[in-house]
């Protein structure tokens, strides 16, 4: 099968986030064929945004482009479309993209699926005045593509649960069952708990648990991932600590994972990103179950990760903001023997792993929808 790829996010194999997860479902698939649309030269327009980006008037540079969003020319993508002939057209309901793929989904008259990996109208990079015209747009995309793919239950809630859209959760990394089983293993006191990921939004929060826990013997903090959004000195001082190992390749920092006893999660408490946190799924959680180590969830009730958390009782959740709830939460699995046991949550990481969750089920799942609208396209 045929795919073009027409979208402000593109598969990227040493990526994060979305850009990942898109190579995963569409490189890593021999029997997908893929081409990515990419500017050959950016417009004039496009090069004067960023420029003002780069003097520093970030709020206006993305009015202008709330304004008059810039995207190529049809007779540029339709060239191409024409070139490669592809059978499908896929995008990402973020960035400004996206209204192209529609676009030129309804000239060629071939279908398209959308991802809507996390509602986007809510991101610092879109204007608050702005954020309803956005928030209008995604639901048009939503509304003209062909399939919806929603990562989470929230966003499917956000979207009105239209017919055409499905739940399907990121793709996470296979892993042999044997690096999955970490259940039983010998553990010497402290706990060792690894955070991967986002450390924008996630930033603060991370560092709070990392102040809380420094020096503390029953529980270590182990933190990966780029650009920490964190006090002048943090990163240094816990980078000496040996808390803090920068940003790894997503291959690199899997081989390290099961070096760990728990898997924390975060999700963000700020009232500003409630719908965001509502809408997005954690990628980590999925990647998490995968090598069978318990989960700790730390976000609000309404978080999408707490919700799938408190369900048969999942993981561990700590549903309070400080840090020191984060530790107390924690100091309850501490048993007799003076060591924290988190084996019930073992269990609940790998069935979710074999189930929901499972490499195989979810890639189906994607080719189940690519193949539905090919089919539906010919008929």
Same mark, same amino acid.
């Not at 890593?28 to 050959?40: G, H, I, P, S, Y």
């Not at 970490?182 to 060792?192: A, V």
């Given at each position: 099968?045929?795919?073009?790829?027409?979208?402000?996010?593109?598969?990227?194999?040493?990526?994060?986030?979305?850009?990942?997860?898109?190579?995963?479902?569409?490189?890593?698939?021999?029997?997908?064929?893929?081409?990515?649309?990419?500017?050959?030269?950016?417009?004039?327009?496009?090069?004067?945004?960023?420029?003002?980006? /780069?003097?520093?008037?970030?709020?206006?540079?993305?009015?202008?482009?709330?304004?008059?969003?810039?995207?190529?020319?049809?007779?540029?993508?339709?060239?191409?479309?024409?070139?490669?002939?592809?059978?499908?057209?896929?995008?990402?309901?973020?960035?400004?993209?996206?209204?192209?793929?529609?676009?030129?989904?309804?000239?060629?008259?071939?279908?398209?699926?959308?991802?809507? /990996?996390?509602?986007?109208?809510?991101?610092?990079?879109?204007?608050?005045?702005?954020?309803?015209?956005?928030?209008?747009?995604?639901?048009?995309?939503?509304? /003209?593509?062909?399939?919806?793919?929603?990562?989470?239950?929230?966003?499917?809630?956000?979207?009105?649960?239209?017919?055409?859209? /499905?739940?399907?959760?990121?793709?996470?990394?296979?892993?042999?069952?044997?690096?999955?089983?970490?259940?039983? %293993?010998?553990?010497?006191?402290?706990?060792?708990?690894?955070?991967?990921?986002?450390?924008?939004?996630?930033?603060?929060?991370?560092?709070?648990?990392?102040?809380?826990?420094?020096?503390?013997?029953?529980?270590?903090?182990?933190?990966?991932?780029? %650009?920490?959004?964190?006090?002048?000195?943090?990163?240094?001082?816990?980078? %000496?600590?040996?808390?803090?190992?920068?940003?790894?390749?997503?291959?690199?920092?899997?081989?390290?994972?099961?070096?760990?006893?728990?898997?924390?999660?975060?999700?963000?408490?700020?009232?500003?990103?409630?719908?965001?946190?509502?809408?997005?799924?954690?990628?980590?959680?999925?990647?998490?179950?995968?090598?069978?180590?318990?989960?700790?969830?730390?976000?609000?009730?309404?978080?999408?990760?707490?919700?799938?958390?408190?369900?048969?009782?999942?993981?561990?959740?700590?549903?309070?903001? %400080?840090?020191?709830?984060?530790?107390?939460?924690?100091?309850?699995?501490?048993?007799?023997?003076?060591?924290?046991?988190?084996?019930?949550?073992?269990?609940?990481?790998?069935?979710?792993?074999?189930?929901?969750?499972?490499?195989?089920?979810?890639?189906?799942?994607?080719?189940?929808?690519?193949?539905?609208?090919?089919?539906?396209?010919?008929?």
């Amino acid at each position: 099968m045929k795919i073009f790829v027409i979208s402000s996010v593109v598969p990227n194999a040493s990526g994060y986030g979305g850009e990942l997860i898109l190579d995963r479902y569409l490189n890593q698939d021999e029997e997908l064929e893929t081409k990515v649309f990419r500017w050959n030269k950016f417009p004039l327009r496009l090069k004067l945004i960023g420029k003002l980006r /780069q003097l520093g008037f970030l709020k206006i540079s993305a009015g202008i482009e709330c304004i008059w969003p810039v995207c190529p020319s049809a007779r540029t993508i339709d060239h191409e479309i024409n070139d490669f002939k592809p059978e499908l057209i896929v995008t990402v309901a973020h960035g400004w993209l996206h209204l192209a793929a529609v676009k030129a989904s309804k000239r060629n008259h071939i279908p398209i699926v959308t991802f809507f /990996q996390d509602w986007w109208a809510d991101f610092d990079d879109v204007p608050g005045f702005f954020r309803g015209r956005v928030d209008q747009i995604l639901r048009n995309t939503c509304s /003209q593509s062909t399939a919806v793919i929603g990562v989470s239950k929230g966003m499917i809630r956000e979207l009105d649960s239209p017919s055409h859209a /499905q739940l399907i959760h990121d793709l996470p990394t296979t892993l042999p069952l044997s690096r999955s089983n970490s259940e039983g %293993k010998e553990k010497d006191k402290p706990l060792k708990i690894v955070y991967f990921g986002n450390l924008s939004e996630y930033g603060p929060m991370v560092e709070a648990a990392l102040n809380h826990l420094e020096g503390n013997d029953d529980i270590e903090l182990h933190v990966f991932g780029p %650009k920490p959004h964190w006090k002048r000195g943090a990163e240094d001082h816990f980078r %000496k600590a040996g808390r803090f190992h920068g940003s790894l390749s997503p291959d690199k920092l899997m081989n390290r994972v099961p070096e760990f006893d728990a898997i924390l999660v975060t999700m963000s408490f700020e009232p500003s990103l409630k719908r965001r946190m509502m809408t997005s799924f954690p990628s980590k959680l999925i990647e998490g179950v995968q090598h069978g180590l318990p989960l700790i969830v730390w976000g609000p009730d309404y978080c999408s990760g707490i919700e799938w958390a408190k369900s048969d009782s999942r993981a561990l959740c700590v549903t309070d903001s %400080k840090a020191a709830a984060l530790y107390d939460e924690i100091m309850k699995y501490k048993n007799a023997r003076g060591r924290i046991d988190l084996d019930l949550f073992h269990e609940s990481s790998r069935f979710a792993a074999e189930n929901e969750f499972d490499p195989k089920t979810i890639r189906h799942d994607f080719r189940d929808i690519l193949e539905t609208v090919t089919c539906k396209s010919l008929s």
